[in-house]
T-cell receptor, first 113, second 111 residues
Framework: DSGVTQTPKHLITATGQRVTLRCSPR?????VYWYQQSLDQGLQFLIQ???????AKGNILERFSAQQFPDLHSELNLSSLELGDSALYFC????????????FGPGTRLTVL | GQQLNQSPQSMFIQEGEDVSMNCTSS?????WLWYKQDPGEGPVLLIA?????ELTSNGRLTAQFGITRKDSFLNISASIPSDVGIYFC???????????FGTGTSLTVIP
């Protein structure tokens, strides 16, 4: 158990819908990272927040957005969902923004029908 | 984005055998990480490497940071059934920069 929690574990929805994925980092970690893992793409970095502020952006679509709240939990919002958005979404956390060691949560499996 | 080439893509080995896998990049990285992912779980950090030439062990696992800083290697000695999973390398260009992940090596250990 990495100490990072993610909810829900599974999510099934239809195209065009909007969903919110939630992540609670390890106690004391200030940085949260979001990744997308699909069969043909591997792990792709989406976005990073540090202490409530966006720190880095990767391959995140405009239909996706995230935020980190004062209690340091983070949410990833996915809207206008398409079939290709079906994937595992992982959250990871680390102590600092420059910390090299990230700890991953168990992931949320999103299925878009 | 950066491309990390991980090989082999999959391996089927007998229990007790040693395993070697590697990760190469066209860019120079200053940090290499190796993760293992079990089915239905998130990746778990195995080894972190911070200096060119560094050799670090974690039990039966040994990883090396390549001298050129463009590659890294992971060895598993005397494999056991619980070594089954997907192994990912990840590289970081500079402190505070994002990590780029390899496509993974799927390991199957036959008892």
């Amino acid at each position: 158990d990495s100490g990072v929690t993610q909810t829900p574990k599974h999510l099934i929805t239809a195209t065009g819908q909007r969903v919110t994925l939630r992540c609670s980092p390890r106690s004391g970690d200030l940085s949260v990272y979001w990744y997308q893992q699909s069969l043909d793409q591997g792990l792709q970095f989406l976005i990073q927040y540090y202490n409530g502020e966006e720190r880095a952006k990767g391959n995140i679509l405009e239909r996706f957005s995230a935020q980190q709240f004062p209690d340091l939990h983070s949410e990833l919002n996915l809207s206008s969902l398409e079939l290709g958005d079906s994937a595992l979404y992982f959250c990871a956390s680390s102590v600092l923004t420059s910390d090299n060691e990230q700890f991953f949560g168990p992931g949320t499996r999103l299925t878009v029908l | 984005g950066q491309q990390l080439n991980q090989s082999p893509q999959s391996m089927f080995i007998q229990e007790g055998e040693d395993v070697s896998m590697n990760c190469t990049s066209s860019s120079i990285f200053n940090t290499w990480l190796w993760y293992k992912q079990d089915p239905g779980e998130g990746p778990v950090l195995l080894i972190a490497l911070y200096k060119a030439g560094e050799l670090t062990s974690n039990g039966r696992l040994t990883a090396q940071f390549g001298i050129t800083r463009k590659d890294s290697f992971l060895n598993i000695s005397a494999s056991i059934p619980s070594d089954v999973g997907i192994y990912f390398c990840a590289g970081q260009l500079g402190t505070g920069n994002q990590f780029y992940f390899g496509t993974g090596t799927s390991l199957t250990v036959i008892p």
